[in-house]
C-alpha cells in the first residue's frame, strides 16, 4: 500500500528556514514522481514544487523559486522540501503527493496519492 507521512511542520519566524520531510512507505521515489503542495485557509491548493528522480529535474512556482528546494535521498525512501527566506505568506498546510511515472507536475490532478499534510506558520 501507497503511502506517505509528512513532518517537519512548525512555526517560524520570518526569514527563517524549515526542512519538510515526506516518508515513503509501500514504494521508493525511484519510479515515482513528487510533488509538494500547499493549501492556506480560504484558498486553493497550489502547486509549490516537483521532482522527477528519473530525470533529476525539478520544478518551482514562481513565488517560491530561489527560496525552497526539492529533493530526494539516495536510497529514493524520503522527500524533502528544504524551505528558507520564509515569509508570512508560505503560512500554510503543506501537502506532499506522488504518483508514479516519470514526468513530475504542480498541478495536483496528476498525482493519486496524498500525505496527511502538515503546517506551517510563518510569523512577522
Known amino acids: 500500500e501507497v503511502q506517505l507521512v509528512e513532518s517537519g511542520g512548525g512555526l517560524v519566524q520570518a526569514g527563517g528556514s524549515l526542512r519538510l520531510s515526506c516518508a515513503a512507505s509501500?514504494?521508493?521515489?525511484?519510479?515515482?514522481?513528487i510533488g509538494w503542495f500547499r493549501q492556506a485557509p480560504g484558498k486553493g491548493r497550489e502547486g509549490v514544487a516537483c521532482?522527477?528522480?528519473?530525470?533529476?529535474?525539478?520544478g518551482y512556482a514562481d513565488s517560491v523559486k530561489g527560496r525552497f528546494t526539492i529533493s530526494i535521498d539516495n536510497a529514493g525512501n524520503t522527500a524533502y522540501l528544504q524551505m528558507g527566506s520564509l515569509k508570512p505568506e508560505d503560512s500554510a498546510v503543506y501537502y506532499c503527493?506522488?504518483?508514479?511515472?516519470?514526468?513530475?507536475?504542480?498541478?495536483?490532478?496528476?498525482?493519486?496519492?496524498w500525505g496527511q499534510g502538515t503546517q506551517v506558520t510563518v510569523s512577522s
Open positions: 521532482f522527477s528522480k528519473t530525470f533529476g529535474g525539478a
Open positions: 503527493a506522488t504518483r508514479r511515472g516519470q514526468i513530475a507536475t504542480m498541478s495536483e490532478k496528476d498525482y493519486d496519492y
Open positions: 509501500g514504494f521508493t521515489f525511484d519510479r515515482y514522481v
